[in-house]
């Protein structure tokens, strides 16, 4: 599976947008770009995925990049229950693959 | 619907003693999976069963670590004898895979464990 780098941590004032890079250079084909998200003492709960596409559902966009070499998962309007670590994972779409979890980005929602 | 339960929440035990952790998965789901979550860092997969089959057992330390999946629903993860670094959160998914595509994984509270 390619690897993903994403920034360490965020911050973002309630009710604004969270746009959350992140970058996988090395990713081929066919691997999808999946996110997902630990809230505190939570285990991680699915967020969105996509392949090359722009995704939207009821939590949040994604939007990946022409060449496919990066992607930014964008919360329109953050509340402080999205206080969490974001996992950006590139994986095959196969029920034979694996996710592989990076530290992620902790995005802390301030009033 | 029921989400992925696991227990105990919480285990402190001492090195050298044994442990296990239990997962029931959400009722239908085919797959399930065990992740190993050292503080700081993301999960990291341990097994991954589909039914009652072994898929990915790779980064399982097979000499302290077993895990079993009888009759395909209920998961027990054992750790005998533990280490001091086995100290970590350990966290069951699920998800209705059946082999042809990734679906989502469902994540239990996970277990905490700490071995003194």
């Known amino acids: 599976d390619a690897k993903t780098t994403q920034p360490t941590s965020m911050d973002c004032a309630e009710g604004r947008a969270a746009n959350l890079p992140c970058n996988h250079s090395?990713?081929?084909?066919?691997?999808?770009v999946y996110w997902y998200r630990q809230i505190h003492s939570q285990g991680p709960q699915y967020i969105i995925h996509?392949?090359?596409n722009n995704e939207t559902n009821e939590m949040a966009s994604l939007i990946i990049t022409e060449d496919r070499k990066s992607s930014t998962l964008i919360l329109p309007h953050a509340t402080l229950r999205d206080t969490a670590v974001y996992y950006c994972?590139?994986?095959?779409?196969?029920?034979?693959?694996?996710?592989?979890f990076g530290k992620g980005t902790m995005l802390l929602v301030s009033p | 619907e029921a989400g992925v339960a696991q227990s105990p929440r919480y285990k402190i035990i001492e090195k050298r003693q044994s442990v296990a952790f239990w997962c029931n998965p959400i009722?239908?789901?085919?797959?399930l999976y065990w992740y190993q979550q050292i503080l700081g860092q993301g999960p990291k997969l341990l097994i991954q069963f589909q039914n009652n089959g072994v898929v990915d057992d790779s980064q399982l330390p097979k000499d302290r670590f077993s895990a079993e999946r009888l009759k395909g629903v209920d998961s027990t993860l054992k750790i005998q004898p533990a280490k001091l670094e086995d100290s970590a959160v350990y966290l069951c998914?699920?998800?209705?895979?059946?082999?042809?595509?990734?679906?989502?994984?469902?994540f239990g509270p996970g277990t905490r464990l700490l071995v003194l």
């Open positions: 009722s239908g789901h085919a797959t």
């Open positions: 998914a699920s998800s209705l895979t059946s082999g042809g595509i990734q679906e989502t994984q469902y």
């Open positions: 996509g392949l090359k």
């Open positions: 994972i590139a994986a095959m779409n196969s029920g034979y693959s694996t996710l592989t």
């Open positions: 090395t990713i081929s084909g066919n691997e999808y």
